[in-house]
T-cell receptor, first 115, second 114 residues
Framework: AQSVSQHNHHVILSEAASLELGCNYSYGGTVNLFWYVQYPGQHLQLLLKYFSGDPLVKGIKGFEAEFIKSKFSFNLRKPSVQWSDTAEYFCAVNGGSSNTGKLIFGQGTTLQVKP | DVKVTQSSRYLVKRTGEKVFLECVQDMDHENMFWYRQDPGLGLRLIYFSYDVKMKEKGDIPEGYSVSREKKERFSLILESASTNQTSMYLC?????????????FGAGSRLTVL
């Protein structure tokens, strides 16, 4: 069965610090990978996605993620965080060639950015 | 602005009550999903549907049922609510085609069962 593991449950950073949130998945075949974000009081929304091609994907608000197939990882990065990045971040995977929309989510990482 | 609307943002129910959570999307999406979100557990799939009157169990369907009588509406039903069903419930939808894996979420329904 597919699973997703996010290593950091709660991260606290100061503004301008660099961010890296870890995400590992277990599935041996073709995968679609996602990062979703939930800002306080708002809907869960897509931050970025990887389907194929360039393993370094860029998303909204300066976020990027790198797919490393050999490590089964899809870590999220941002060079310099802002207070407005305070949110909960979820990594998700859809394994296989199916286009079902059925995603497996990680446990989530709460990011708190101090001004 | 396209959206997924969950009719109830906050509900408080008693143990044993029947609970209906309603979800409507205006994007003509074929796929609809119900997840529950719990701290430290992330989102877990309860049920999903690819078409009207069609449903499939997700990872944690026990204690829940669903109904999809119209394409735009997907209801989650708790036949007899229990305290361990206190949670945030998220509805989502996606198209059947290449964008199927990009979900649009509703604002969530926070259910407390006393």
């Amino acid at each position: 069965a597919q699973s997703v593991s996010q290593h950091n449950h709660h991260v606290i950073l100061s503004e301008a610090a660099s961010l890296e949130l870890g995400c590992n998945y277990s599935y041996g075949g073709t995968v679609n990978l996602f990062w979703y974000v939930q800002y306080p009081g708002q809907h869960l929304q897509l931050l970025l996605k990887y389907f194929s091609g360039d393993p370094l994907v860029k998303g909204i608000k300066g976020f990027e993620a790198e797919f490393i197939k050999s490590k089964f990882s899809f870590n999220l990065r941002k060079p310099s965080v802002q207070w407005s990045d305070t949110a909960e971040y979820f990594c998700a995977v859809n394994g296989g060639s199916s286009n079902t929309g059925k995603l497996i989510f990680g446990q989530g990482t709460t990011l708190q950015v101090k001004p | 602005d396209v959206k997924v609307t969950q009719s109830s943002r906050y509900l408080v129910k008693r143990t044993g009550e029947k609970v209906f959570l309603e979800c409507v999307q205006d994007m003509d999406h074929e796929n609809m999903f119900w997840y529950r979100q719990d701290p430290g557990l992330g989102l877990r799939l309860i049920y999903f549907s690819y078409d009207v009157k069609m449903k499939e169990k997700g990872d944690i369907p026990e204690g829940y049922s669903v109904s999809r009588e119209k394409k735009e509406r997907f209801s989650l039903i708790l036949e007899s609510a229990s305290t361990n069903q206190t949670s945030m419930y998220l509805c989502a939808s996606s198209p059947l085609t290449s964008g199927a894996n990009v979900l649009t979420f509703g604002a969530g329904s926070r259910l407390t069962v006393l």
